[in-house]
């Protein structure tokens, strides 16, 4: 018999429980392609995905945790970018955005220099898929069944008192320019199509 015909000595399916709320990880980002774009909000590369009952728009990201206790365990949340019910899912997402980007590439929140303002810029949603970055890890019901899951929308920025030792960059933070290349953002001329928008959207 052949392997998948007798599973006696298949491997025994492992049973994780949760991670306890507000354990600090660091994480790698991937996210799962959802085939939506609207280049003239910057969603390009087809990682946008939209519901279809509700019209939201969002990204859906994959965190697996590089170290510690739970190091290879995996943890799903959603990134939001677009609610028909208003601006509040968006700018959630956009802050969760520009905390991980200060968190990866070791800047400062309170840091409005030009070097960190360009830092907290990406080309497109490629640039985040693959980052890596310091997370904390809550506990959240599912809206589907009830269960209780793990889900990450907080990350840890270098201002946080276990930042530099989680992150492995020793006593001191590292500045922006630490494996990290400011990517070239062409400007945006504004058109009436864009109008109402705010400046992050056009």
Not at 55 to 77: D, H, M, N, T
Not at 83 to 103: C, I, Q, Y
Not at 149 to 157: F, G, L, P, S
Not at 176 to 191: C, L, N, R, W, Y
């Amino acid at each position: 018999m052949t392997v998948w015909q007798n599973f006696n000595d298949a491997d025994t399916q492992s049973s994780y429980d949760l991670i306890p709320g507000k354990t600090l990880a660091k994480v790698r980002m991937t996210l799962k392609p959802g085939g939506v774009d609207n280049p003239a909000l910057g969603w390009t590369g087809g990682y946008a995905t939209r519901n279809l009952e509700t019209g939201s728009a969002y990204l859906s990201a994959e965190f697996v945790i590089l170290e510690g206790p739970f190091a290879k365990r995996k943890v799903w949340s959603l990134i939001g970018l677009h609610s028909e019910k208003g601006p509040e899912w968006a700018n959630m997402g956009r802050a969760f955005v520009r905390a991980l980007l200060n968190s990866a590439r070791g800047i400062s929140p309170q840091d409005q220099s030009p070097q960190a303002q360009q830092a907290r810029c990406i080309q497109g949603f490629a640039d985040l898929d693959g980052i890596e970055f310091l997370a904390r890890i809550d506990i959240d019901k599912d809206q589907r069944n009830g269960e209780e899951r793990n889900v990450i929308r907080t990350a840890i920025e270098p201002n946080h008192k276990d930042y530099a030792l989680l992150m492995g960059t020793g006593l001191k933070a590292p500045t922006p320019t630490q494996g990290f290349t400011p990517p070239v953002i062409p400007s945006v001329d504004a058109s009436p199509a864009l109008a109402g928008r705010p400046t992050w959207a056009q």
